[in-house]
């Protein structure tokens, strides 16, 4: 079946400072691959997707690169803030029909000044 | 963007009560609308996938009878915590897709349900 992993928190890094949260994920298929973030008392926001492999998502500063050879989808920040401070959720999506999320465990970063 | 929000926000109530969990799409149709749960410092399971005017698809281990969904209509889905236990607390999420566009899934903000 389809699943995801990703790396286990939390992790707690000074303000600018260089952020990698791994994730590797296991799909029949191609799936789609997404990057969620959860801030402190709020729902899930999309943070940046790709839909096949070596595409790159970017948003805000964060990047990740589907890699097909490696089933992964890593996510990277050159520069973390403390508003950067949230849980983050990879995910991944069977591309056909309209198809739920399959989540990892989720990663809370926490960003001190 | 396209909006998703989830009434309430948080409820407490007594065990053997239910509670009814409501789910709109505010300025999108939705064909189809997802409800998942999550456990403290875990992630989202699915539980069931709600189609409008049909009957709602559970994943494996989820109670139909205990957990109530309609999808009465294009922008609102109910999820039902029938005769609710200390068990059943938990964070509940629903998250619908654009019919027009199913690429990306919209997530509503939560549903706190703590059940004494």
């Known amino acids: 079946g389809n699943s995801v992993t990703q790396m286990e928190g939390p992790v707690t890094l000074s303000e600018e400072a260089f952020l990698t949260i791994n994730c590797t994920y296991t799909?029949?298929?191609?799936?789609?691959l997404f990057w969620y973030v959860q801030y402190p008392g709020e729902g899930l926001q999309l943070l940046l997707k790709a839909t096949k492999a070596d595409d790159k998502g970017s948003n805000k500063g964060f990047e990740a690169t589907y890699r097909k050879e490696t089933t992964s989808f890593h996510l990277e920040k050159g520069s973390v803030q403390v508003s950067d401070s949230a849980v983050y959720f990879c995910a991944l999506r069977r591309n056909s029909g309209n198809t739920p999320l399959v989540f990892g465990k989720g990663t809370r970063l926490s960003v001190i000044a | 963007g396209a909006v998703v929000s989830q009434h309430p926000s948080r409820v407490i109530c007594k065990s053997g009560t239910s509670v009814k969990i409501e789910c709109r799409s505010l300025?999108?149709?939705?064909?189809?609308m997802f409800w998942y749960r999550q456990f403290p410092k875990q992630s989202l399971m699915l539980m069931a996938t709600?189609?409008?005017?049909?009957?709602?698809?559970?994943e494996q281990g989820v109670e139909k009878d205990k957990f109530l969904i309609n999808h009465a209509s294009l922008t609102l889905s109910t999820l039902t915590v029938t005769s609710a236990h200390p068990e059943d607390s938990s964070f509940y999420i629903c998250?619908?897709?654009?019919?027009?566009?199913?690429?990306?899934?919209?997530f509503g903000p939560g549903t706190r349900l703590l059940v004494l």
């Open positions: 998250s619908a897709t654009n019919t027009g566009s199913q690429e990306t899934q919209y």
């Open positions: 709600s189609n409008e005017g049909s009957k709602a698809t559970y």
């Open positions: 300025d999108f149709q939705a064909t189809t």
């Open positions: 799909a029949t298929g191609y799936p789609s």
